[in-house]
């Protein structure tokens, strides 16, 4: 069903970008991966080609920090293959845990500027479109923080708790114009390398979602019949003691 | 991936029920549905018999206000076909909306037995079996009123906020065990039969779930991986303008 | 500004109930404390005497696991000491620890009974004077459980869920009549016998709740201009890690 | 209780600022008020004034969208009265209703300096000092628009999701320091100038929080004992009809 449709991944890295690339082009759909460097969207746009190797997939260059950039990214991926059916704005920063304290007003803003100012101008970019042709998806990937102020990630869960306003007052401005707008959060840690690395010995493969099963969810929420749109949606692993 | 599977659906009456015995049994799983009457069920059983007419698909007596009757009408479901792998709690009562000075207690404790007691008695009936197996999956139909306490119908809020209690608590003691619960949050009329009649004047088609539709989440529910599962998922159509 | 009017408590017992009945007392309250057996209730009624000799503190019987007795008990303190300005349900059932598929029907009935059925009819019994007199307060004592499900106090969650839908049908429901309904939760251990007993080895004094210091805020709710109300009010110590 | 304490007022215009600036010289506290007008502040300055003549009230400068603006005046107010015992942070930026395509980068980066950056900014000029003493209160103005995304607002409710984001991770890494971290939610309307104005004919003042009357709740929080803190408050009118 979603067989030459479009996807845009914003933040393609070598994590959970990898396995989006993957599942979307295992659908048909082609993949345009963007991201500040090549390099950095290279692993998930080789896994949407070995994939689907008839797929149109390609790189784009886009700077999240930079909302003139996403919205030219952005369109040379509708220039190149069509219009975007599905935006999925997958970046993330990179953080270190401090006391609220030893936050900087430049750290913070920086955060903000990839996860609010950056989410909503990605989102500019393609919903003109989408309410043009009535259809289309944006799917946010979010977590926990989004939910709960964090002791030792002030900056982080003030940019997830702002992106969830983004989130749900885009859904809510264009869902009767057949827009569907979801932030995904996931309750926690991906198997991913980057958590590897920040966990250390506290990393147990069992405890954290596969990026594979999550991008399964990211696919549901893609194709759900607009009668019964989901628009907040939590993944966690079986393991999870959740909290919330 | 769900053939052969056993599915054991509480409470398919005419609406949403019909949807879900027709999605399962589509993907080749044997349908059970459960009543108090044979009649209750019967068009939920046919659309299950008509989709898949290999499939054994059967109907089974149980009160769902009567926990030891929930008990012995899964167990016999379960003599009858197999483990049940999916059980759908998806009973609703007659309901009228009135102010909270005017629910008698008796209203009350029946709207309780029915969302909060039989809730519980009916996944007592299958988790242990899911636990020994190591794989399950308990879903529960709800609403808004979880969330949300009404003006104009306490009795329904109240048990559905126990049943979301009852929800959460079964999904975090057996997640561990592989026992996926979830939680599925309607908020919106569906399209059936008795809600266009409660509607009347003020029912608009296009304001309404589509109950194909919302079955179809069920089944992403079910088939989700274990290292990525949803607890409480909503619901709503696009044209919703949604609060919450 | 609350000299002369009636607080009644329900389930005044040797804890919190005991620092309500002191707190309202001082306000130059009349204290009725309602409760199975007198003996239950004579600390609080002791506490009402001694801080405030010449009110009007009496104890009345009430079973809160019988809306009739509720009703009968609140109706013998209105006919001997006047309206009955503030109502708060206290009541607290006994409960122990078990994996939710060990917990009986019959054990979750009771539980509901008091936590949800009861905490209606304690209400019903009060607010139509309140709407006659335009003017009233019903606090219902709660706990985190209210919002999160427990793996290891299943029908304590359910209970306190469903009390948190009824005390938000009534808030909706009678406001613009003047009465305020509010729901005050704690998100913490209280400082009281029955908890020491509780947790044993793992009681820290300086991780609770004083139950003076929690009084003060039913006070606080109690003295709320209209204007400006709350509805749902959390609690906790400064030495809790709140996770919510 | 409150006598000779210091009362900083981030933000201390005509409406509820002015509330504010009365009802904490009541108590006998200094008030000082901080804009970037002396006469953006001077009525809750004479507010102060005239409530408790013998107070040192004072205006300092502060430009809460200038993070350094935010300290230096902040360590004005201490150098001149003392340490600082009560922040508010009641800024209100100036809001045009809008669709989310409209929101430029710059109007969505402005709320956010203003809510989030400046938000935390005041916090770090004071609870070094708060942590030093042990002691010491920060109070969020906040509105609805920080629980739901908004069709009409989105840049004031994303800068609102994320000052809660900001004030709950400060509540929970300094509450064990005796630093008491509130977001006060209006879920309503004030009955102040401005609000006057945008709601033109809708406006109804019975249907508007009195700001003195939540003023009154600001009071409240800054007084409970620390074994009993509330960290997230909502306040609304017996007029509103709520839907949260």
Redesign the interface.
């Known amino acids: 069903m979603s067989e030459g449709q479009v996807c845009a991944i914003v933040g393609a890295g070598e994590g959970l970008g990898v396995s989006l690339a993957r599942t979307f082009a295992a659908e048909g759909m082609h993949v345009a991966v963007l991201s500040r460097t090549e390099a950095g969207s290279a692993q998930a746009l080789s896994a949407a080609q070995e994939t689907a190797p008839s797929g149109r997939h390609q790189y784009h260059y886009a700077d999240a920090t930079n909302?003139g950039s996403l919205e030219s990214g952005l369109a040379k991926v509708e220039a190149a293959v069509g219009p975007i059916d599905l935006l999925i704005y997958n970046v993330r920063g990179s953080f270190t845990f401090k006391?609220?304290?030893d936050?900087t007003?430049d750290e913070?803003?920086a955060i903000?500027?990839l996860e609010?100012?950056g989410a909503?101008?990605a989102?500019?970019a393609v919903?003109?479109g989408m309410i043009a042709r009535s259809g289309g998806t944006v799917i946010y990937s979010s977590a926990t923080?989004a939910f709960?102020?964090?002791?030792?990630?002030?900056a982080y869960?003030?940019?997830?708790?702002?992106?969830?306003?983004?989130?749900?007052?885009?859904?809510?401005?264009?869902?009767?114009k057949?827009v569907?707008v979801a932030h995904v959060r996931l309750d926690c840690a991906l198997?991913v390398p980057i958590v590897r690395e920040l966990m250390g010995d506290r990393y147990r493969q069992g405890q954290?979602?596969?990026p594979?099963?999550?991008a399964?969810?990211y696919l549901?929420v893609y194709q759900?019949?607009?009668?019964?749109?989901?628009?907040?949606?939590?993944?966690?692993?079986?393991?999870?003691?959740?909290?919330?």
């Open positions: 909302p006391p609220p304290l936050v007003a913070l803003r903000l500027e609010v100012v909503l101008a989102a500019q919903i003109p923080a709960r102020g964090s002791p030792r990630n002030l869960a003030a940019a997830k708790f702002g992106l969830r306003g983004v989130a749900q007052s885009l859904a809510k401005a264009y869902a009767s057949g569907h198997d954290t979602a596969n594979d099963d999550v399964r969810s549901w759900q019949p607009r009668s019964a749109w989901s628009n907040e949606i939590e993944l966690r692993p079986w393991t999870e003691e959740w909290t919330f």
